[in-house]
Every structure is written in structure tokens, then in C-alpha cells.
């Protein structure tokens, strides 16, 4: 089982920069994808940004241009580059792992998520 930790959530000023971090631990895994995830109060969870194994991004409409996700696989890390925030940004962000583990001897993939850091952004 993979477990995830993430940090640097808090408090920043609208127009500020803010950078989410997720850390992956386990044994005897690889990481497919990689992403991050937020849910504002009464909205469903929506994506982000996510990061593939060859590197290929995919964002959000609403993030393009501002939010940043970079991964290290010798590290098992996940980031999040959020630069020019809006207090729409507000919300509790997820880190979400997309992996591949041996189990009775067979390969399948499972999804990991961390337990949420709160985002807000102040107009």
C-alpha cells in the first residue's frame, strides 16, 4: 500500500505564489500518474493538474498558464507550483497516485490519496 503526504497548503494573498508538495511511501511500486485535486466547499472534487510517467502535464482550464506540477520519481514527489492565486483557488487540495503494484503475483494498478491540505486565498 502507498501512502501520501503533503504539505505547504496556508494562507496566501490573492496574486501570490503558493507550492503544494506530496510525498509517496511504500514498497515495491511504480508510479503511472500523478496528480493533484481540490474541492471547494459544496463543489464536487475536480482535477487539477496531473503528471504522467513520460511527463506529459494536463491542467485544468481554470489553472492554465498559473499552476505548475513537476514530479521527481527518484524521490516519489509530487509538486505544485501555484503562482498568480484567486481566491477561487480556495479549496482543499489532494494529491492523487495512479500506481502499479505486484499482488499474488500479478500486476495491477490502484489509486492513493493523500488526506487533503486547505488552500485559501485571500482577496
Known amino acids: 500500500q502507498v501512502q501520501l503526504v503533503e504539505s505547504g497548503g496556508g494562507l496566501v494573498q490573492a496574486g501570490g505564489s503558493l507550492r503544494l508538495s506530496c510525498a509517496a511511501s511504500?514498497?515495491?511500486?511504480?508510479?503511472?500518474?500523478m496528480g493533484w485535486y481540490r474541492q471547494a466547499p459544496g463543489n464536487q472534487r475536480e482535477l487539477v493538474a496531473t503528471?504522467?510517467?513520460?511527463?506529459?502535464?494536463h491542467y485544468a482550464d481554470s489553472v492554465k498558464g498559473r499552476f505548475t506540477i513537476s514530479r521527481d520519481d527518484r524521490k516519489n514527489t509530487v509538486a505544485l507550483e501555484m503562482d498568480s492565486v484567486k481566491p477561487e483557488d480556495t479549496a482543499v487540495y489532494y494529491c492523487?497516485?495512479?500506481?502499479?503494484?505486484?499482488?499474488?503475483?500479478?500486476?495491477?494498478?490502484?489509486?492513493?490519496w493523500g488526506q487533503g491540505t486547505q488552500v485559501t486565498v485571500s482577496s
Open positions: 511504500g514498497s515495491s511500486f511504480s508510479i503511472n500518474t
Open positions: 503528471v504522467s510517467r513520460g511527463g506529459s502535464t
Open positions: 492523487n497516485l495512479n500506481y502499479r503494484t505486484l499482488v499474488r503475483g500479478r500486476w495491477a494498478d490502484y489509486d492513493s
